[in-house]
Nanobody, 130 residues
Framework: QVQLVESGGGSVQAGGSLRLSCAAS????????MAWFRQAPGNEREGVAV????????YYTDSVQGRFRISRESATNTMYLEMNSLKPEDTAMYYC???????????????????????WGQGTQVTVSS
């Protein structure tokens, strides 16, 4: 059984910063792709950023490019999402996700499709006020 546990959410004012963490634990699990998603009330789950753990390659959705940074610490199997210059429209429940899918041919928006991920955390709330 694989567990993903997010932490680091909270409430900030527009322009502020937060760092989310996602700790992976459980049975031997090689998470080749790890990603952050978010979902605001009434909206579909949206892919935010993905990292290919084998190379450290990253890909971001356009709305967060240049403001968010995804990273992973292999020693602790923890993934992070540094969020800067936060906007009210970033308000959502943020989820981490992982998959052991093999093969790599670069990253694209397809890697932000939630259907590709089999392991999910419980979510952490991020609220940005104007």
């Amino acid at each position: 059984q694989v567990q993903l546990v997010e932490s680091g959410g909270g409430s900030v004012q527009a322009g502020g910063s937060l760092r989310l963490s996602c700790a992976a634990s459980g049975d031997f699990f090689e998470a080749n792709y790890m990603a952050w998603f978010r979902q605001a009330p009434g909206n579909e789950r949206e892919g935010v950023a993905v990292i290919y753990t084998g190379r450290g390659s990253t890909y971001y959705t356009d709305s967060v490019q240049g403001r968010f940074r995804i990273s992973r610490e292999s020693a602790t199997n923890t993934m992070y999402l540094e969020m800067n210059s936060l906007k009210p429209e970033d308000t959502a429940m943020y989820y981490c996700a992982a998959t052991g899918a093999r093969g790599y041919s670069g990253l694209s928006s397809g890697n932000l499709n939630p259907a590709r991920y089999g392991y999910w955390g419980q979510g952490t709330q991020v609220t940005v006020s104007s």
